[in-house]
């Protein structure tokens, strides 16, 4: 990890952003180095419900986590699953990634099993598919004023509804989405 890194950062995405992936995108980084960078959008919902996934999987699929929706991380292999969590009945999955003091990502099929069989809501989002830059290419998008960032905040991936979250993003730097311009940054 780079003395730069933006790993355990959320990536806001300006507002010239205009790819259909990225436009209004919130991105939580989960690797960043001299190798390139991993991401997972997590402000993109789809009309997929965990239940599908759960049915797929021949897990359970009428607990409180059925009806979660799934999202879409990125345009990266949109057929690999991850699951964005925090410890699930007070277990930590062996094969999560720790992202953030108790916010994990992993992609282990153990998750979603527990997942199917939890009696109460979790702190946790499945999501398909992540965004991935090769080595310099995010640097080069942060000097050309693509992205914006702010640390790991768990409100914002369980607690804030999707619409929401780019411009609740944009306020924790004290930016107010409605008078931000898209050319910011350019002379």
Known sequence: ????????????????????????????????????????????????????????????????????????????QLERGFV????????????????????????????????AKCSAKTDSRIVLGYAGWDAGQLEKEMASNAWLHIPVNNDLIFNTPPYKCWEKSLKKLGIQAAFFQGNAGHA
């Open 1 to 76: 990890m780079t003395s730069s890194s933006l790993k355990n950062h959320l990536l806001i995405a300006m507002p010239s952003q205009q790819d259909e992936y990225f436009c209004r995108s919130v991105v939580l980084m989960i690797e960043h180095n001299e190798e390139g960078a991993m991401g997972i959008t997590i402000n993109r919902p789809t009309k997929v419900h965990s239940s599908e996934i759960f049915r797929q999987l021949e897990l359970p699929e009428d607990g409180p986590e059925a009806e979660k929706m799934v999202f879409t991380g990125g345009p990266v």
């Open 84 to 115: 964005i969590h925090r410890p699930v009945n007070g277990q930590e999955m062996q094969s999560s990634l720790q992202v953030n003091g108790g916010l994990n990502v992993t992609s282990s099929h153990d998750m979603l099993e527990l997942l």
